[in-house]
């Protein structure tokens, strides 16, 4: 299995408080990834980094922002938590050539829970 | 633009029957596809992809993926369903630039 963990695992905070979610990889993969997933929706991107210090916004990066100052590492947060975000995260890391070598490996999620 | 269309939300199959599951994709370029697999509570676990070396794809537990350019289809099929394999099934398809786009899921039940 790819080194990749995810910190807490699960979490229940209220609404309008700070939260930060934190992806580690010991691949040294380029990319990493934040998604949510939603019954129904699938996974959908947040936001995605393809470097350190290089971060992109997804499809769903409204009340979200991220930060990668070491390649290891990739930390979501959420500014002032809503009950919308509730959901699971999911970190991935890929990396980064076409090809055979593209695919992503998932951290086993983080489970969060806004009262 | 990508995007997955996974045709069925659920299918359900007896146990030792085949499994059909379906997947469109749409994509500006030549495409990489994949199918991940995800147990209840679990995490993503890759079953197998398409990288252009041969349209039929053999991966992991005995799926299989046939690419069909013509069709836009990259659909999953096992000949014998194991009660194991029930679970969500994610076709997945990969632009050019590292971003992976993900279709809605398909729940797998199998019946004994």
């Known amino acids: 299995d790819a080194g990749i963990t995810q910190s807490p695992r699960h979490k229940v905070t209220e609404t309008g408080t700070p939260v930060t979610l934190r992806c580690h990889q010991t691949e040294n993969h380029r990319y990493m990834y934040w998604y949510r997933q939603d019954p129904g929706h699938g996974l959908r991107l947040i936001h995605y980094s393809y470097g350190v210090k290089d971060t992109d916004k997804g499809e769903v990066s409204d009340g979200y922002s991220v930060s990668r100052s070491k390649t290891e590492d990739f930390l979501l947060t959420l500014e002032s938590a809503t009950s919308s975000q509730t959901s699971v995260y999911f970190c991935?890391?890929?990396?980064?050539?076409?090809?055979?070598?593209?695919?992503?490996?998932f951290g086993p999620g983080t489970r969060l829970t806004v009262l | 633009a990508q995007s997955v269309t996974q045709l069925d939300s659920h299918v359900s199959v007896s146990e030792g029957t085949p499994v059909l599951l379906r997947c469109n994709y749409s994509s500006s370029y030549s495409p990489s596809l994949f199918w991940y697999v995800q147990h209840p509570n679990k995490g993503l676990q890759l079953l197998l992809k398409y990288t252009s070396a041969a349209t039929l794809v053999k991966g992991i537990n005995g799926f299989e993926a046939e690419f069909k350019k013509s069709e836009t289809s990259f659909h999953l099929t096992k000949p014998s369903a194991h009660m194991s394999d029930a679970a969500e099934y994610f076709c997945?398809?990969?632009?050019?630039?590292?971003?992976?786009?993900f279709g809605s899921g398909t729940k797998l039940n199998v019946k004994p």
């Open positions: 991935a890391i890929s990396e980064g050539t076409s090809g055979e070598y593209n695919e992503q490996f």
């Open positions: 997945v398809v990969s632009d050019n630039f590292n971003k992976f786009y």
